[in-house]
């Protein structure tokens, strides 16, 4: 069973599309997280929840928005994209709010044309 | 702000070598960690080092922590072809709300057979 899942794998998009990016976790956590990757592998975090509720929220544009249904849920929608938000975006999932071990789902390359 | 830096950016090595990478950070934290990325792929969790510790093995892993220079170093020993990915450490970074990860730039570790 894949414990931190997201959707689409690939994602190719024109300038001024709205898309959204799915994850999904079962393994139980109360804490997830999304991460931007870019071209030089540059590991950045963009947004936390933590019991659907939002803890951290980086310096990212507001197009950006996360949503998180339930606990097992965090969506990344993202309007009016544009050629810089071209990266691999990574969910991630923690057992609890605090920094221990994070598991990562397996990415999500978007890329704007 | 980017918290760590790796260095080596890459590393070519042959199978049965020890392979060492480094990892500098700027602020106090509270536990350093080490991920594996497979091209292509998520970020799989390695080992956790805390503050109060020096030094811990996992396998053919071994971690050091040096927290009066700020650095820590991933040892791999007798390296094998499918030890091939980037490596990344991650400390923990205050935040208004509460902490993340902060990744370094990683390193590329590439054994050849």
């Known amino acids: 069973d894949t414990a931190v899942s997201q959707t689409p794998k690939y994602l190719v998009t024109q300038m001024g599309n709205d898309k959204s990016i799915k994850c999904e976790q079962n393994l139980g956590h109360d804490t997830m997280y999304w991460y931007k990757q870019d071209s030089k592998k540059f590991l950045k975090i963009m947004f936390s929840y933590n019991n659907k509720e939002l803890i951290i929220n980086e310096t990212v544009p507001n197009r950006f928005s996360p949503k998180s249904p339930d606990k097992a849920h965090l969506n990344l929608h993202i309007n009016s994209l544009e050629l810089g938000d071209s990266a691999v975006y990574f969910c991630?999932?923690?057992?609890?709010w605090g920094v221990g071990e994070q598991f990562f789902g397996p990415g999500t390359r978007l890329t704007v044309l | 702000s980017q918290q760590g830096e790796e260095d080596p950016q890459a590393l070519s090595i042959q199978e049965g070598e020890n392979a060492t990478m480094n990892c500098s950070y700027k602020t106090s934290i509270n536990n350093l960690q080490w991920y594996r990325q497979n091209s292509g792929r998520g970020l799989v969790h390695l080992i956790l080092?805390?503050?109060?510790?020096r030094e811990k093995h996992s396998g053919r892993l071994r971690v050091t922590l040096d927290t009066s220079k700020k650095s820590s170093s991933l040892l791999i020993t007798a390296s094998r072809a499918a030890d091939t990915a980037s490596y990344f450490c991650?400390?923990?970074?205050?935040?208004?709300?509460?902490?993340?990860?902060?990744f370094g730039k990683g390193t590329t570790l590439s054994v050849s057979s």
């Open positions: 991630a999932s923690s057992q609890d």
């Open positions: 080092i805390r503050s109060n510790e």
């Open positions: 991650a400390t923990d970074g205050a935040h208004q709300a509460g902490t993340a990860l902060i």
